[in-house]
């Protein structure tokens, strides 16, 4: 059997085990220490100016927590992209609040402006104003900004931008991550760097991101003793997983150089297959870390479906995967309200995320380009 093609593996630059073994030396095994005030360090650089990050346990935890920061209660609405991964959408449900979901526009495959308007002028006429919009950056590619705040300004509503997917894309040479009043990243094991598990709030001003840190350190009043004057988390990201992310940063770039090529050698191999086509950038406002290459699939124009395209791949050992299912879709939150108009339920349908990663070899590339062609020939 042929070695395994993953949809997108972790991939280490080579420096990862020497921050980690610095932090064995010098015995910092904990929540905090100087390799994660070392990688916040790296990311704010890597951000520019008005960036304040918080390292924590996940991406989910950093929504948690910016939900929590703009004072999301029992009861509250919050607009959310149903087109995600439930990571989104999930703390909202922690914080006792019911999401809304808003539908996709099939150019970015992201919040779509027109759905977003309309869902926030139904729910203030039913009585409540939302208290914070979710957007994501899907696959990497940026969501359209400059519309989706336009409103979220003229609302006077907060944005929590979820870049989860998006560290390294830009939107007219923005990078992602920079959108939000309060933005999220993931450093989970599939993500475009990884830190075996982890993620970060990317804040507007250093009065936040040291309230992030309270938030995720237990709410500890400033006593010699525990005290405590509100419910805190357990949310810090450990010195151990911030090692292997300072090590990550330094080839960030070049990773996602690889993956952009990932996605140059899809739109190559597509190019002449009627009825696929590739996701890709807009124009040139939109620069994606292509995170994961996706494609879209018209069977009555190819013949087959993209599961069926899955299965091939699947037999050869080689890893695809169906785009996020909608969560207004979901069986959790089938009573939530939901304003669109089914096109993420259409991409939902017709799609496909094929192996992306940044370390996929020549012979890997070509493994995974005879198994298509040879497949798309049946029909
Ligand atoms: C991965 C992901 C998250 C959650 O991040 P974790 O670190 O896995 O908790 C949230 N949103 C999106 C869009 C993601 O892809």
């Known amino acids: 059997m042929n070695s395994k093609i993953w949809l997108s593996s972790p991939h280490m630059g080579g420096s990862e085990e020497k921050y980690v073994e610095e932090a064995f030396e010098t015995n ?7 390799n994660v005030s070392g990688f916040e360090n790296d990311l704010e650089k890597y951000f520019n100016k008005n960036s304040n990050v918080a390292c924590l346990s996940s991406g989910t935890a950093a929504i948690h927590l910016a939900l929590i920061q703009l004072g999301v209660g029992y009861g509250d609405e919050v607009l959310c992209q149903s087109f995600t991964f439930c990571g989104s959408a999930n703390p909202i449900a922690y914080v ?10 099939f150019e970015t495959w992201n919040m779509c402006p027109k759905h977003l308007e309309k869902a926030l002028k139904d729910r203030i006429k039913k009585g409540k104003k939302p208290k914070a919009i979710i957007i994501v950056h899907l696959y990497g590619m940026p969501a359209k900004m400059d519309d989706l705040l336009e409103i979220a300004n003229k609302y006077k509503i907060p944005v ?61 009043d400033k006593a010699p003793y ?55 950038e807009l124009n040139e406002d939109y620069h994606s870390n292509f995170w994961l290459s996706c494609i ?31 969560m207004h879709l979901q069986p959790v939150f089938k009573d939530c309200a939901y304003y669109g108009n089914r096109e993420s339920e259409n991409l939902f349908k017709k799609g496909l995320c094929l192996p992306s990663g940044s370390n996929l070899s020549v012979s890997d590339i070509d493994r995974i380009s005879k198994t298509i062609k040879k497949f798309i020939s049946r029909f």
């Open 96 to 105: 006792g609040a019911n999401p809304i979901f808003v539908d996709s526009e």
């Open 28 to 34: 910092w095994i904990a929540p905090l220490g100087p």
């Open 160 to 220: 929590i931008e979820d870049a989860a997917e998006a560290l390294g894309s830009t939107y007219k040479g923005r990078k992602c991550g920079t959108f939000g009043d309060f933005s999220i990243l993931s450093f989970n094991g599939n993500k475009i760097i990884t830190t075996s598990g982890g993620g970060a709030m990317v804040c507007r001003s250093e009065e936040d991101k040291q309230k992030t840190i309270f938030y995720a350190t237990q709410a500890r």
């Open 226 to 280: 525990y005290e405590h004057t509100q419910i805190g988390y357990n949310y810090r990201m450990s010195n151990i997983s911030a090692g292997i992310g300072r090590g990550q940063m330094e080839v960030l770039d070049k990773h996602i150089d690889l993956r952009r090529k990932m996605n140059a050698f899809y739109l190559d191999l597509f190019k002449e297959i009627e009825g696929i086509t590739v996701m890709k």
């Open 296 to 326: 879209l699939i018209e069977k009555e124009k190819t013949g087959f479906t993209a599961e069926m395209l899955r299965l091939a791949l699947e037999k050869e050992n080689i890893e695809s995967r169906p785009l996020w299912k909608p």
